[in-house]
Structure formats: structure tokens, C-alpha cells
């Protein structure tokens, strides 16, 4: 199990109770101190005006609410909350957002009481998933649609995604014996008022970019096998000179995965041998392209900027995120905006745009494993079959070129966008959630291009008969690979086969190549 509350959460946490399944527990400790914030918050209220405690919400704040309301006014602003629209966030979305609120009220300063953060992990263990929709939040005051939807079930109203399906909640309250949240005094606001849709999607997104880049290592490393390519590119000597991390750390993990590789040839038995020299015009290519020359240039900034990714939003994770703060331990409530998502949207933004750069690097990679000109080893769009008759890999290019031209659309800023509302009480917002989910769009893009890039690869090692000349590590990807992507040589639908692939490649350990750690270039060679 993973204890809540006791410790930071990690993004391995995450990745156990999503990937893997394994439940939550509620630290002791943790829980008496939600306890605790919570009757703070009762008996320091009574006598003071607190913002949506007493008081109206947004640009009605200047309204005092009466006692006899206060309750009703939690259960107004769920209900008059609940209008997302759009597509359903997929179930793993929809438990990864939970989990973050969940997180963040047990960090005892929102003033719930202990029976709201009892029950949010009593859906989540139990894989009970408000329907939360697409469209709502602009991420200031936090994600306050997307987390209404979690509300309304949890006070027994709205749907679930459960068993497959769509179903009452209180079908399945009353099925499983649920009792729904009892509003106490401030458990509506203080689980919609936060950053914890943004940040639950944003983690997926971050372990899921983990994957593409560990793939786009492989990719990269055994496409420049298939070409014979110089191994100087990728050497300690060559890199430690420029001092980034991510870029060193590249060009180390492509040592690890072509070491005892046969095809990659060294400088110094060709080009850099005088018997070799004596000619006009060489046939062999002094230098490789810079898809495959640059990787670790190019790849080197995607992994800091995963890294950084990871570091933002794991903080955002275990940080207070919503309004007003309640500091039982100083006896006191701070008023603010801790709900504001611009760490998370900035994140997000550049997150995406390394992705798309990221897949824009395999289409390179792909079109000059297609084109015969320009690699001069392999049959055009690497056709096995009769050239003429037989197509080979020519229709999935469209694929890939068309997905990644989308991704450079949906590579435009969310975090500059912002539109004012709330009557202007919300005059700037970070759009946090539409740039999260923006985000996965790119990243489920970008496995669709690894996926077709790999087919070609595969084909490729075919073709040359290569496969005992290959690396040990690169052998096991592809024996991994063929099983469920056999040989082809005449023309079949291939949209299932890509669409194992990019399956295989997006339920592969979060953690499988490489951790993406803080390296130091000292420890490189």
C-alpha cells in the first residue's frame, strides 16, 4: 500500500497505485492533524467573517452568508459547479486527479473533516470514477468545474465510470455501502478550489513522456545501427565538452544500449585511416544527418525538461492549492490565491513542446529510413515485396507526417492565453488543465510516430539481414517487437498492428530505460 499524508508523494508513487495497483492508506497521523484543522477552523470562524465560510464566492464575496445558510451555500456552489463538458476524461485521468486532491487535503490545511478525505480514498481504492469532463476549468481558483464533479459524487449526486460503465452514483453507493459526504462546514470549496485536475493529469503526462523518451533513445540508437553510423557522436569525449546533463546523459545511455554492436563503426578504422583517403568523392557519408548525428543535442533538453516537469508538479502535487489557507498550528487563515495553476501550465507548455519536437526527431529519423536516396542501403519506403507492385511502410508515413504536423498546431502556448471572467474577479488565469490536457493529446500523438517508426526499423533489420551484427539490447527489442509485429513483404492493413505497438509501447514500465535521474557528467564515461 502507499500511505497518504506520511511522506512526500513521489512520482513512483503515482505510478505504483495507477500502474500497478496498489491501494491507499491514510497516514495516522496525517488524519488527526485533518481532524484537527478542521475544529480549529469551526470555533475560529464562528466570530469572524472568513471567505467562503460566511461569506459569498468569486465577486459575490461581498455578501454575508447566514448561519442558517452556511451549509446550503457548500452544496450551491457543487451543484452550480458540475457543468463540465466535452469528452470524459479516461479512467487512469480521472484516479490520478483524485488522488492529487486527495493529497492535498491531507496535508491538513483546507479544514475538511476527516469523513471527506475517508471517502475520496474510499473511490479511489475502490476504482469509482466521477465522470469529470474535458472542458470547465481555466485554472485560477484552481480547477474548480473539473473538481466539482468529484464533489457532486461524493456528496451522492452525478455519475460514475464503474464496472465499464456509466452508472448512477448512488446506484452504486447504495451497492457497495457508501455513505455519500455530509457537508460539516467547508468540504464543497475546499475540494473544488485547487490545482489537483491540472496536476493529476500533468503527472500521467510526465510518466508517459518518460516512456517516449526512453523509446526515442531505442529508436534512435538502433536506427543508427541500421545506417552504420560513426560512434563519435555519441562519445563521452564529444559530449562532456558541452556541460548540459540531459545532453550527457543521452550520449551515455546510447553507449550502454549499442555496446557490442558490430555495426557501428569507429572513425578511426575508415575515414581517419590513410588507406581510405585516396579519392575524390567518398560514397560513405563523412557525417551522418543531424537526426542521427544531433541526438543527444536534441534529446538532452527533452529529458532537463522533463526533469524540471517532474520537479514542478511533483511540488505541486504536495502543496496546499486551494483558498483560504488554514493554519490550525499558528491559529490562524490566510487569505491568497495558492489555487492559481501558472506553475503547472508553464510546465505544461514547454513539456509540450518538447514532445512535439520529440516526434518531430522520428519523423526525421523515419523519412530517412523511407527514402532511398538519401540512405542508400535500403528499398524505397523499405518494401520487402516487388518495388512498383508492393507499397511497403509508404502508407503509414502519412500517418506519422500528418500526426506531428498536428502536434506542432497544438503546440501553441496555453499559459499566454488567458481570458479574463468571473466578472473579472478572475482578471488573469493560467488555463492549467487545458494546457495538461492539450499535453496528452501530443504525447498519445508522438507514441502513434515512435509506434510507425519502429514498424520501419523492424522491417529495415529484415531487409539487411542485420539482426546478429546488432547489439544484445537492441536484438531483445526487436524479439520483444516481433512477437506482436511479424515480418510482412505483401501489402495488408497495418492500423492494428500499429495500434499494438503504440500500446506496447505506452503500458511499458514507467521507469523501464532509464529513470531520467540528476546525473553528474563526472559519472558519465
Known amino acids: 500500500m502507499v500511505a497518504v499524508g506520511e511522506k512526500t508523494l513521489s512520482l513512483k508513487d503515482l505510478s505504483e497505485i495507477l500502474y500497478n495497483g496498489k491501494e491507499i492508506i491514510l497516514d495516522a497521523a496525517a488524519l488527526e492533524k485533518v481532524g484537527l484543522s478542521y475544529h480549529f477552523l469551526k470555533d475560529f470562524s464562528g466570530d469572524k467573517l472568513i471567505y467562503g465560510i460566511n461569506t459569498g464566492l468569486g465577486p459575490m464575496a461581498q455578501y454575508k452568508i447566514t448561519e442558517d445558510n452556511l451549509l446550503q451555500l457548500q452544496y450551491n456552489l457543487i451543484r452550480s459547479h458540475s457543468s463540465g463538458s466535452g469528452n470524459l476524461l479516461a479512467p487512469m485521468l480521472i484516479k490520478a486527479v483524485m488522488i ?16 471527506a478525505v475517508d471517502l475520496l480514498k474510499t473511490l479511489i481504492n475502490k476504482n469509482i470514477y466521477p465522470c469529470i469532463y474535458e472542458h470547465g476549468g481555466v485554472g485560477a481558483s484552481g480547477d474548480l468545474v473539473q473538481l466539482a464533479h468529484i464533489a457532486l459524487v461524493m456528496i451522492g449526486e452525478g455519475e460514475v465510470l464503474f464496472e465499464n460503465g456509466i452508472q448512477p452514483v448512488q446506484k452504486v453507493f447504495d451497492r457497495l455501502n457508501i455513505k455519500p459526504l455530509s457537508i460539516h462546514i467547508r468540504e464543497g470549496l475546499a475540494i473544488l478550489n485547487g490545482t489537483s485536475a491540472m496536476t493529476g493529469i500533468g503527472a500521467i503526462n510526465i510518466i508517459q513522456a518518460k516512456k517516449l523518451l526512453a523509446w526515442s533513445v531505442t ?77 543527444s543535442q536534441i534529446l538532452g533538453p527533452i529529458h532537463d525538461t522533463v526533469c524540471n516537469a517532474e520537479n514542478i508538479v ?87 507526417t500528418s500526426t506531428v504536423a498536428e502536434n506542432q498546431t497544438l503546440s501553441f502556448p496555453m ?111
Open 415 to 525: 499559459y499566454v492565453h488567458s481570458i479574463p471572467n468571473n466578472n473579472d474577479n478572475q482578471d488573469i488565469v493560467s488555463m492549467g488543465c487545458n494546457a495538461a490536457i492539450i499535453t496528452k493529446k501530443v504525447i498519445d500523438n508522438s507514441f502513434e510516430v515512435l509506434a510507425i517508426q519502429m514498424m520501419t526499423v523492424l522491417q529495415a533489420i529484415e531487409h539487411l539481414q542485420c539482426l546478429q551484427e546488432m547489439s544484445p539490447y537492441t536484438q531483445s527489442v526487436y524479439a520483444g517487437l516481433r512477437k506482436i509485429f511479424p515480418k510482412f513483404i505483401e501489402d495488408k492493413p497495418k492500423y492494428k498492428e500499429l495500434e499494438k505497438i503504440k500500446n506496447y509501447f505506452e503500458q511499458s514500465d514507467p521507469f523501464f530505460v532509464f529513470d531520467i535521474p540528476a546525473v553528474d557528467a563526472a559519472t558519465l564515461s
Open 100 to 115: 492529487a486532491r486527495l493529497n492535498s487535503l491531507m496535508l491538513a490545511h483546507s479544514g475538511v473533516h476527516t469523513e
Open 219 to 295: 529508436l534512435s540508437a538502433m536506427t543508427n545501427e541500421i545506417v552504420e553510423a560513426y560512434d563519435d557522436h555519441f562519445s563521452y569525449e564529444l559530449n562532456i565538452v558541452k556541460k548540459h546533463k540531459g545532453q550527457n546523459l543521452i550520449a551515455a545511455r546510447l553507449r550502454d544500449l549499442l555496446k557490442g554492436s558490430k555495426m557501428i563503426r569507429k572513425r578511426h578504422d575508415h575515414l581517419y585511416n590513410p588507406e581510405n583517403i585516396d579519392q575524390e568523392v567518398f560514397e560513405n557519408k563523412v557525417q551522418e544527418y543531424y537526426s542521427l548525428r544531433c541526438i
Open 314 to 400: 511533483i511540488d505541486e502535487l504536495n502543496s496546499v492549492n486551494d483558498n483560504p489557507v488554514i493554519d490550525h498550528e499558528n491559529q490562524n487563515i490566510f487569505h491568497g490565491g495558492n489555487f492559481h495553476g501558472d506553475y503547472v501550465s508553464l510546465e505544461m507548455d514547454k513539456l509540450k513542446i518538447a514532445i512535439t519536437k520529440l516526434s518531430m526527431l522520428s519523423e526525421r529519423q523515419l523519412n530517412y529510413l523511407l527514402n532511398d536516396k538519401l540512405n542508400q542501403k535500403l528499398p524505397p519506403f523499405v518494401n520487402l515485396g516487388v518495388l512498383g507492385l508492393n507499397f511497403g511502410m509508404q502508407g503509414m508515413q502519412f500517418t506519422a
